[in-house]
């Protein structure tokens, strides 16, 4: 019985975290938006496989249903790990494995890794000159880097659930961007070399934890001067109707957050495009051009398999 009850406990939580992650629409934005970062030699195989890449950006998500690894790539609870740890934590997966256990860090997370392992996986396949395998991990790449610019994705408290503001991690990243992102910007700039990596995606996760405490704070003042039928309403998405925040509720608190999901998606745009370009270059600066556009049936062949490998205790990996 009590076996059941922790199993219960442990699918609720699991089950829980997985819905949470940019809204699918927001991801696909994002990633098409960063394909007009690169430059010449790579924007057309981009280009022309553009709704491959867009969905086979979601599919990280779609995965986490099915692979248990998957689950951690998305995020990092850092909090849990102390106040200021965001400035202190071990950056090599190899130091964090010898502060603490394998088990813990997969429990609290390891998108910054997640990250590393990929831009390793890509540039193999632009060494390789594999499309589909390009596709897959520029795909894959651009979710974790979209996910790490979300400030609820680096921490404990990622739905509000410990402060009261259950349906938070909805209303900042996908309630917000459906409602507004059409009018977003994201000219951005030109894709350009990240010369150390493992220090620029650190930078994210600190810039992304620090808008925590605002991200929680804002909404909890905005609530105090919403009546529940204000910020509530049962809202029709395909044949169900669902409770959700009002569109009034989500634009009081995105014009109260000053821009920040915008910038939020921006900045993934450009540092998603650094990180193909960075992975490109690396690899000795490949043509792809002569690469054929992929059908979309090489989605099936990727979108349950998996080949992140995570790298045991003592291995050396150090880029
Ligand atoms: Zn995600």
């Given at each position: 019985?009590?076996?059941k009850?922790?199993?219960?406990t442990?699918?609720i ?28 030699e ?45 400035f ?7 130091a964090?494995?010898?502060v603490?256990?394998?088990d ?39 979710h ?14 990622y ?65 105090e ?7 509530y ?44 370009f ?38 050396g990996?150090?880029n």
């Amino acid at each position: 019985m009590i076996r059941k009850g922790i199993l219960f406990t442990l699918l609720i939580t699991l089950f829980s975290r997985m819905l949470f992650s940019w809204g699918f629409h927001a991801h696909k934005r994002i990633i098409q938006m960063a394909i007009f970062t690169l430059p010449q030699e790579m924007i057309l195989f981009y280009k022309s496989n553009m709704l491959q890449l867009e969905e086979a950006s979601v599919q990280p998500d779609i995965r986490r249903y099915v692979m248990e690894e998957e689950g951690p790539r998305h995020y990092i609870d850092i909090d849990v790990y102390g106040d200021s740890a965001v400035f202190t934590f071990p950056r090599e997966w190899s130091a964090a494995q010898e502060v603490y256990s394998r088990d813990t860090l997969l429990a609290n997370g390891i998108i910054p890794w997640a990250i590393r392992w990929t831009k390793r996986e890509l540039t193999t396949a632009f060494k390789q000159g594999n499309g589909a395998a390009i596709l897959r991990y520029s795909a894959d790449i651009g979710h974790y880097i979209a996910d790490a610019h979300v400030p609820l994705h680096t921490t404990h408290n990622y739905n509000g659930q410990f402060t009261g503001q259950e349906g938070i991690h909805r209303l900042w990243e996908t309630r917000i961007p459906e409602i507004e992102s059409e009018d977003y910007t994201f000219w951005v700039g030109n894709a350009t070399y990240i010369a150390n990596s493992k220090a620029r995606i650190w930078e994210v996760i600190e810039s992304s934890h620090l808008k925590v405490d605002s991200v929680l704070q804002i909404e909890k003042q905005l609530s105090e001067s919403f009546s529940e039928d204000r910020k509530y309403a049962y809202r029709k998405t395909g044949k169900t109707e669902k409770r959700d925040y009002t569109e009034a509720y989500a634009k009081a608190y995105a014009s109260l957050l000053n821009g920040m999901v915008e910038r939020q998606m921006q900045a993934s745009v450009k540092l998603i495009g650094d990180f193909w370009f960075t992975c490109w270059v690396d690899a000795g600066q490949p043509d792809i051009s002569h690469l054929k556009i992929l059908s979309d049936r090489y989605l099936e062949k990727v979108q349950i398999k998996d080949s992140l490998r995570i790298p045991s205790q003592r291995s050396g990996l150090h880029n």
